[in-house]
């Protein structure tokens, strides 16, 4: 993550770390309703290299495809969303998004691109209405009958990007930041899993842009 932590001494940079990650778990990002974006910027090259490694970084399996996905010569441009989101685009392909500094996301329209470069989990057939619907995705989804979390050994953790597959269905549906780990989820099976995030259908799926 990308909030810098002022050490002034010991209890100081624990306390600092504990409320950038409280913070982390209080936003909530959806795009329930339609979006139009403000002003569209192109990004400087300077810039657009620091997404480039970011996105390795974050998404390690993305490194072969990167020049796939931004091509090195390539022009990025930002456009800045409602409630303090940015929007990396490529023409009119939408890539990652992000809420302040926080890390940057994938849209489907990569994840359903490269689908097997992001932590994945599933959620079962009953739970895929009311994610399509901009529900809170709740962990009973996930550990019940048809759902699916990491072995032992791939845990995901708290706050970690996760990509939601839906029972029966090929394409994923949500991609998200996740409120427990899923070794948490599987012991207590209750609780927020994903509290907001980008779905099919939502604002930033449908949204058009001009290239």
């Not at 994840?111 to 009953?126: A, E, L, S, T, Y």
Request: aromatic fraction near 6%; charged fraction near 25%; proline fraction near 5%.
């Amino acid at each position: 993550m990308f909030v810098p932590v002022i050490t002034l001494q010991g209890h100081a940079s624990a306390q600092s770390t504990d409320l950038a990650r409280e913070r982390d778990l209080n936003i909530v990002i959806m795009f329930k309703k339609e979006i139009n974006s403000g002003a569209r910027s192109k990004v400087k090259s300077s810039v657009q290299r620091g997404i480039r490694a970011k996105v390795i970084e974050t998404y390690p399996l993305l490194a072969p495809h990167i020049d796939e996905i931004i091509p090195k010569k390539s022009q990025l441009d930002l456009l800045k969303l409602p409630d303090r989101v940015s929007l990396y685009a490529l023409s009119t392909a939408p890539l990652f998004f992000q809420h302040m500094d926080d890390p940057l996301l994938p849209t489907l329209y990569v994840v359903h691109q490269f689908p097997n470069c992001f932590n994945r989990i599933r959620i079962d057939r009953g739970a895929i209405r009311f994610v399509l619907s901009g529900a809170t995705l709740m962990v009973p989804g996930l550990t019940s009958t048809g759902g699916w979390l990491p072995d032992a050994g791939s845990e995901l953790k708290e706050c970690d990007v996760a990509v939601v597959e839906a029972e029966r269905k090929t394409e994923a549906c949500m991609v998200g930041v996740l409120k427990m780990s899923t070794e948490k989820m599987k012991a207590e099976k209750k609780g927020i899993a994903i509290d907001g995030g980008h779905y099919l259908g939502d604002g930033l799926w449908r949204m058009k842009l001009d290239g």
